[in-house]
């Protein structure tokens, strides 16, 4: 039976505590706010939770994917594959850099990109990949990998970097999927660059912030790449602010008129109390979605699956799909929830629906299977500040609207 009693479910609040509080003052009160000593200490302990070298830390995910794709050295004439079935960060970072943006339909009923689409869609000019791990499962990387090794013969290196991996580069987008395994590997270990989000609805947040790893491979030089990172996203400054404080170190250059996108230590200082917690939020999360599989199976509604015998997500978007509901049908569902305080959302609109993708030449109708997964789908709240009645409360209603339809 439904509560009757109005509850408000908010889609996806961040779950600050005292001590993120605490330390974010304590960062204020230290004199250093910009990149600084928090940062850094972020830094090494991403790169140790995630079990890469190095890990850098910028002001979101979206200049993590750029600033890769750039000193990747990918620009005008290349080509760079990603999903029609995610958020436009993944495509535009690809606008951003000159280069072509190849969308990849999703494979039937699913909400990853068709493989043996991947496959077709790799030409000569193609440098880079951007698989999607939404909602924080990963992708199929055996298969990405297989079909990359196949299509080697094709790729024309434009610098020694892209040589050295000798095949098209992949790239993740993992924005939902810091602290995501697979076969035993986390999240970060397995694509050869690999980034994430800290904005504010994410499991981890920093208010807004993201991160870059990568995947120590044979002649890659760890502290090259995590100069070109520094340089990329300080203006191209030679030392940052936290180097020149050193007695008479004020002297820097400029060795490339770049960008500004360093994360600081106030955002750093939220991340790291995150990152002491950040075990415990991941299996809180885990326990919501097995309420919401429990409940929700037996009505007929698919959800994707979160956890299997050699996978695990990172619990961030609880994504299901109403059977036989029209696009119309979908949204007036949620204009229901909402109305008895469940606050539901959608994840996503492919790319081709937008006019920036549409006036880019993208047409949804090369993208049946995107748009059959977009039609149906809700996103119930996912959150580590819902209790067990919030969710029970939350199924109680779709059940309830459900009905109704």
Known sequence: MVNTVLRNIPFSPPDIQEAEIEEVIKAMKSGWITTGPRTKELEKRIAKYVGTNKAVCLNSATAAMELTLRILGIG???????????????????EHVGAKIVLVDTAPDSFEMDYSKLADAITENTKAIIPVDIAGKMCDYD???????????????????????NRVIVMTDAAHAFGAERKGMKCGQVADFT?????????FTTAEGGAVVWRNRGGLDDEWVYKQ????????QSKDALAKTQIGAWEYDIVYPAYKCN???????????????????????????????????????????????????????????????????????IIKMAEVGVSCNVHYKPLPMFTAYKNLGFDIKDYPNAYKQYVNEITLPLHTLLSNEDVNYVVGNLEKVLNEF
Do not use: W
């Open 229 to 236: 990172f520094m340089l990329y996203s300080l203006h191209g």
């Open 263 to 333: 994360m600081t230590d106030i955002m750093a200082s939220i991340g790291l109390i995150q990152l002491d917690r950040y075990e415990g939020l991941l299996e809180r999360r885990r326990e919501i979605i097995e309420m919401y599989d429990r409940a929700l199976r037996p009505l007929g509604i698919q959800s994707l699956q979160h956890y299997g015998e050699d996978f695990a997500s990172s619990g961030h978007l609880y994504l299901v799909r109403i059977p036989e509901i029209s696009e119309e049908k979908r949204n007036e569902f």
């Open 195 to 203: 980034c994430f989000s800290f904005h504010a609805v994410k499991n």
């Open 143 to 165: 298969k990405i990998f297989e079909i990359l090794e196949s299509k080697k013969v094709l790729l024309k290196p434009n610098n020694e970097l892209q040589s050295l991996f």
């Open 76 to 94: 005008p004439g290349d080509e760079v594959i990603t999903s029609a079935y995610t958020y436009t960060a993944s495509a535009s970072v690809i």
